[in-house]
């Protein structure tokens, strides 16, 4: 059973109205119409009253199909669902439609109020009604294994229906539209109420799961991505797995930025990672094998437990082929052979993957596969202990080989899509949920006021050495250089802050003193500085009795008299550097407990004889995600709610 796509409607998942499908398979949906974020069944759902989630799967490049569209095992639908009346009528969870043709199609309520399926032109019906303004759990299945394929309806975790399928149900074409909340193919039956958790299969969903998807809503499938970019092994996914570069290791230029370089030694970069038991997993990313071994294999992947016991082992063979070794939970140690071999100096895409029924190598176009035997899918974990993680090893030596984009996602990609196969997964920025301190457009252009656009209201005044100039979007703050541009001696911020963080966009005159863009005191006293000094990024944080965390950053340098974007966020455990909206740094930060800053400057200090003019510049006192700076680089001049969600963290890439 692999889910093909799923959607959930919170802070994390929803950029303006793209929502990030969370699934594994990059089918992004679009909010359309009059479909509006509400409170739903987990955090937000969406209400569908004259709009609907829009999502649109196409083919991928050529020589890739496209899993998802597959109809061979069946198909499966599930949603928490609240009708906002008690009107009967045809109203529509989700529908899926190809070649003018409406596929299948799942009702929350026809005209006698009762929830039914739409398969492939036959309809299947029930008398359990879900009329009485309370959430409920919808799941329709399709199953196409046995001799007579079965339909079954589940409401709340309950079966109320199962009956032979009278229809075959097949995508034709080469697109399919998905929607939920009306009819994708008539534009009709508005559904007029909330959607919530939708997920998607091109399977049956056993009963024994059913439980699972009542009980709980669904996470995000993607477990883990190393871009290796920056020469780091950060993780750019939601859960900060970041691994620790051998001293062995080196970098170079692979195909979407760095590379990742080990040599015989040991693996290239290594850690904990705990991913969870899994039913099935895909590691997927591109592999140059810079040195062929000779006289026995040489280890290029490894996943173990804690106390060391293989779980995944993948090395190159002598002759050049790839063999995957999985230890399961059922079925004891399997292994893979591929029959293509890898040619030294070569980039060369690879998937190392497994399920309840078989484990998989492949290279390119070559794909080998070998059965663990069981010929019926489960979702039982099929293996389990993934606690350690070795890239370009394992735990005694190194492959001579290099790797560039690897992706651990909890899902068996069986022909990889595009979003992994063909290049590296680029996940929509979204924007910051935190609760801003300040928020500063500078689009004013007149008067001495510089309004904070935050609930804070932490509103700047224009000092003696400010000015308004052009800025990267309308007006910006000035300043010539005898002190800050704008300033406050007063501010509303928490006494405790549990981060630090700020974006800007800021262009700097050279000067021997350096060109402080943004400075927070108290009582006189530094909190933190940032700005441009001797050509590079510079931020410096101050804790309890002066003591002084980063300094600066070797690695940022910012050019004179150009608009750059700069942002820095600190957890009090590190500090992340970003420029032009990139991470390009991560620090450790020990300077202890963040300080509360009662005075902000603008554009300089008081005095102080450095220039800066800052533009479209937002203060946080929590930190913020990588994909949130990406956001704020590519959305210059936004506004933010007046009171917004509380976020949800999600640091991903991408």
Known sequence: MAQSAGYTFNADTVDGTTVRDVAGYFLHGTIVGSAALVAGKYGNGLDCTGGALHVVVRPPKAGDSFYPLSTDGGLSVAAWVKLNDNTAAARCIASATSTGTLNWAVYASNAGGTVEAR????????????????????????DATPATDIVKIAVDGVQVLSVDSSAAVAYSGTEVTMEAGRNALTGTEALNGIVDDLRWWNDPVEAAYWPTLVGAEQIDHLLAIYPFDHDTA????????????????????GLYGRALVSGTAAAGASGVVDFPACDRLA???????????????????????????????????????????????????????????????????????????????????????????????HVAPAIDGLDRLYVGGDASAGGQV?????????????????????????????????????????????????????PAGNDLTLTAAGSWVSGIQ???????????????????????????????????????????????????EEVAHAGRLDGLFWVRLFGASGTTGIISSSRGPIPAETWTHVAASCDQKAIQFFLDGKRFSVEPYSAGALLQPTALHVGGDDPDSSVADVDDLRLFDSPISAANVAWLHQNTGQYYDVAPTIFAAWGIPL
């Open 283 to 377: 590691i997927c990313g591109w592999l140059r094998l810079d040195t062929a071994p000779a006289g026995t294999a040489a280890p290029l992947l490894a996943v173990t437990t804690s106390t060391g016991n293989a779980r995944v082992r993948v090395v190159v063979n002598t002759n050049r082929t790839v063999t995957g070794t999985w230890t399961t939970i059922d079925d004891g140690t399997v292994s893979v052979t591929s029959t293509a071999a890898l040619t030294v100096g070569q980039w060369t895409r690879f998937q190392f993957a497994i399920n309840p029924t078989y484990v998989q190598v492949r290279l390119e176009g070559d794909q080998a596969t070998e059965s663990i035997g069981d010929g019926v899918p």
């Open 402 to 454: 290099s790797f560039d984009y690897v992706t651990f996602t909890k899902n068996f990609l069986a022909e990889v899509t595009s979003g992994y196969w063909s290049g590296a997964p680029v996940v929509t920025p979204y924007r910051p949920a935190n609760v801003a301190r300040g928020v500063y457009h500078f689009n004013e252009n007149t008067g001495t006021t510089a309004d904070d656009k935050s």
């Open 119 to 142: 398969i492939a032109g036959a309809t299947y019906s029930t008398s359990t009604s879900i009329r009485d303004g309370q959430y409920h759990h919808v799941l329709v299945t399709y």
């Open 474 to 524: 309308e007006s910006a703050l000035g300043a010539n250089g005898t002190g800050p541009g704008a300033s406050r001696t007063t501010s509303t911020w928490p006494a405790s802050p549990p981060g630090w963080a700020f974006s800007a966009w800021v262009k700097c005159r050279s000067s021997s003193s350096g060109a402080r863009f943004l400075v927070l005191r108290n009582a006189g």
């Open 234 to 253: 950060e993780d750019f996914g939601s859960y900060g797995k970041d691994l620790a570069v051998a001293p062995s290791a080196s970098f170079t230029t």
